[in-house]
């Protein structure tokens, strides 16, 4: 197991809340952080692009005041999810400002992150890429990332196909650094439980949707409450990439979830002021196949209270059956 310096001492649970489309933003990142896991939001979400400073400093400068206050609590660091796609248009100005800020974590997704990867180790960042299969791992361990984030079967939003056995097991073999997995986790055991198949970090996104602090519509958080795994709907039209989205919000955009045509990826658009086609898909709600473990809307205090205590207990009965 592998654990960056920035991450040692610094969590009360081996999580990293993911960055979600339009759902995370400094209120639940702060909260996240507070309450001991790693929060973080896609640099996108801050428009316009300006307004990612002034993100950025409300985050650090809370942050900072929070662990003066609490030298003895467990206070995580943030992280900033960057899209390296040709369509963001925003990619420079969003890593200068991050740069700016010395951003302890940088998430990059869908290519491989070599220009970020400078940036972020010139003053001693880390930077996690998210992959669904090992040709994109390869791919990003060349380029000198310090973590590989397993996005496999069941994970909310765009995810891959490959069961966390596999994938796990294929990337541990090749690479000693830093591993996150994506898929479906939602509790304390779950986060065991990707331990225990070898990654060092749960990545946890639909889950903390369901909780008060999340930017998140009350209709999506209620149907997160009130759904199954047989509610998710694996496609790509609605951004080019494949991906897991709740049936009713689909059916409720007046579509048929079960006859969805595909998209080429050449319709994908992360640039600052985004497509119409996006907008027209921002009822499109994601979520992966946890959802039926997920019953409550709750603050964040509360919900990584539940997990560290599910955590500690499975812990305990796994060390007595020992």
Same mark, same amino acid.
């Given at each position: 197991?592998? &654990?960056?310096?920035?991450?040692?001492?610094?969590?009360?649970?081996?999580?990293?809340?993911?960055?979600?489309?339009?759902? *995370?933003?400094?209120?639940?990142?702060?909260?996240?952080?507070?309450?001991?896991?790693?929060? *973080?939001?896609? =640099?996108?979400?801050?428009?316009?692009?300006? &307004?990612? /400073?002034?993100?950025?400093?409300?985050?650090?400068?809370?942050?900072?005041?929070?662990?003066?206050?609490?030298?003895?609590?467990?206070?995580?660091?943030?992280?900033?999810?960057?899209?390296?796609?040709?369509?963001?248009?925003?990619?420079?100005?969003?890593?200068?400002?991050?740069?700016?800020?010395?951003? $302890?974590?940088?998430?990059?997704? &869908?290519? $491989?992150?070599?220009?970020?990867?400078?940036?972020?180790?010139?003053?001693?960042?880390?930077?996690?890429?998210?992959?669904?299969?090992?040709?994109?791992?390869?791919?990003?361990?060349?380029?000198?990332?310090?973590?590989?984030? =397993?996005?496999?079967?069941?994970?909310? @939003?765009?995810?891959?196909?490959?069961? $966390?056995?596999?994938?796990?097991?294929?990337?541990?073999?090749?690479? /000693? @650094?830093?591993?996150?997995? *994506?898929?479906?986790? %939602?509790?304390?055991?779950?986060?065991? =439980?990707?331990?225990?198949?070898?990654? /060092?970090?749960?990545?946890?996104?639909?889950?903390?949707?369901?909780?008060?602090?999340?930017?998140?519509?009350?209709?999506?958080?209620?149907?997160?409450?009130?759904?199954?795994?047989?509610?998710?709907?694996?496609?790509?039209?609605?951004?080019?990439?494949?991906?897991?989205?709740?049936?009713?919000?689909? %059916?409720?955009?007046?579509?048929?979830?079960?006859?969805?045509?595909?998209?080429?990826? *050449?319709?994908?658009?992360?640039?600052?002021?985004?497509?119409?086609?996006?907008?027209?898909?921002?009822?499109?709600?994601? =979520?992966?196949?946890?959802?039926?473990?997920?019953?409550?809307?709750? $603050?964040?205090?509360?919900?990584?209270?539940?997990?560290?205590?599910?955590?500690?207990?499975?812990?305990?009965?796994?060390?007595?059956?020992?």
């Amino acid at each position: 197991m592998s &654990l960056p310096p920035v991450l040692q001492n610094s969590l009360r649970l081996p999580v990293v809340g993911a960055p979600m489309f339009i759902v *995370s933003g400094p209120k639940l990142v702060i909260e996240q952080c507070r309450a001991g896991i790693v929060g *973080s939001f896609p =640099a996108l979400n801050a428009r316009p692009q300006p &307004l990612l /400073d002034d993100w950025l400093a409300e985050i650090t400068e809370t942050l900072e005041l929070e662990r003066a206050a609490n030298p003895d609590k467990p206070i995580a660091p943030f992280a900033v999810n960057q899209i390296c796609h040709a369509s963001n248009d925003r990619l420079e100005a969003d890593l200068e400002s991050c740069v700016k800020f010395k951003v $302890p974590i940088i998430i990059t997704s &869908l290519r $491989p992150p070599q220009i970020v990867v400078d940036a972020v180790h010139s003053y001693g960042g880390v930077v996690f890429h998210d992959v669904i299969n090992m040709r994109h791992a390869r791919k990003a361990i060349e380029q000198g990332v310090d973590g590989i984030i =397993a996005v496999c079967a069941g994970a909310g @939003g765009h995810a891959g196909m490959l069961s $966390p056995f596999a994938l796990i097991k294929e990337l541990r073999a090749e690479f /000693d @650094g830093t591993i996150l997995l *994506s898929g479906a986790m %939602t509790s304390g055991q779950d986060v065991i =439980a990707a331990q225990a198949i070898g990654a /060092d970090l749960a990545y946890i996104g639909s889950r903390f949707i369901a909780t008060e602090e999340a930017n998140a519509d009350s209709g999506y958080k209620q149907m997160l409450v009130e759904t199954a795994a047989v509610d998710i709907v694996y496609s790509s039209l609605f951004t080019g990439v494949l991906g897991n989205y709740l049936k009713p919000s689909i %059916t409720n955009a007046g579509l048929d979830p079960d006859n969805l045509p595909a998209a080429d990826k *050449s319709t994908m658009n992360f640039g600052s002021g985004g497509n119409q086609k996006s907008k027209a898909w921002r009822d499109i709600w994601g =979520a992966g196949q946890g959802v039926g473990s997920i019953h409550d809307v709750l $603050p964040v205090a509360e919900l990584v209270e539940r997990m560290a205590d599910e955590y500690a207990d499975t812990m305990a009965r796994l060390r007595g059956a020992a």
